[in-house]
């Protein structure tokens, strides 16, 4: 067990925490960053990243995270890998407790634990997921050009990363559990429109189908759940969009939340409920969700927390 007695404790390690570090430690402020159990975050378990600015060629998400970590030691940032379990955000200095039974007590935390995506449960969705299944259309739309894809889900991000994917794919099959939409009306329109995308109403999926050599999708197995016949669907790739889940549970009851469990931040900055804890990334963000947008924001909280610290 330590004790770690620091200015700024940043509470993650995707771009968001890795950014606010690099900023603050060039602030000469020392932060000490926790990085939480999935090291890097979502990054990690994507395979290429071709949108991220820099990389002329496209780098794996696991490489660029563990850029972004050494980059953030280099500067100075403190980085323990370890879990924060509890959080006392009602005094001075902020508290939190550890999975290895160490302390943090820090004058201003951001917090960067990021969302996680929603998953199928199914066991052949795990195994290929990053060789065929995603959960982010932007980040993976472009490896399918010309090929059949489907997408899970019937909310707004399924409908958008339906017509999303008809840019490069030949063809999109959207499935969706019941026999309506819950995504906008205006984006329904859009979706009902598009020739490229076609409809399985009330229908799950129950399996992934694929090859082993080379580890890749080749199709679905999906129910209708109505008259509980079974089909097989052949596709490439499949993209669930299911919703994500915001990795709040930690501070529920001490800092204010949106409706979808998202931290609120006010207005354009990252300030939170409480003066002296900021949020970044994928925590507070349920629209954009991209690694370029967290780093962004992980940047302002930073910078936020360097003036907190200044006025105090
Ligand atoms: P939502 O929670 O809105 O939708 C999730 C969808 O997944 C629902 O249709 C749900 O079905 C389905 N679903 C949930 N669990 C399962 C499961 N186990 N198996 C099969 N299907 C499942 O999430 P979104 O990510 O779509 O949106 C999150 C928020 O972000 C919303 O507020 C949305 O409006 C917003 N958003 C806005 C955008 C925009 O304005 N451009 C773009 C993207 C998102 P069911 O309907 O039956 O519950």
Known sequence: MAEYKRKVLIIGSGPAGYTAGIYIAR????????SGAQVGGQLTITTDVENFPGFPQPIAGGLLMENMRQQALAVGVEIVDDTIIEAD?????????????????????IL??????????????KKFLGFGVSACATCDGFFYRGKDVAVV??????????????????SVTLIHRRDQLRADKAMQEKLFKNHKISIEWDSIIEEVLGNEKPLGVTGLKIKNVKDDSSKILNIDGLFVAIGHKPNTDLFK???????DGYIATKGKS?????????????????????????AGTGCIAALEAERFLMDK
């Open 153 to 170: 889900g019937g909310g707004n991000t399924a409908v958008e990363e339906a017509i999303y994917l008809t840019n490069f794919a030949r």
């Open 253 to 259: 009851g001490q800092i204010a939340l949106d409706n």
């Open 112 to 125: 960067c634990t990021g969302a996680s995506a929603r998953w199928l449960g199914i066991p052949s969705e």
């Open 89 to 109: 955000f009602s005094k001075r200095p902020f508290i939190c407790n550890s999975e290895n039974h160490n302390l943090y007590s820090a004058e201003a935390v």
């Open 27 to 34: 602030a000469g402020l020392k932060p000490i960053l926790v």
């Open 270 to 294: 990252c300030a939170t409920s409480i003066p002296g804890i900021f949020a970044a990334g994928d925590v507070q963000d349920p629209n954009y969700r991209q690694a370029i947008v967290a």
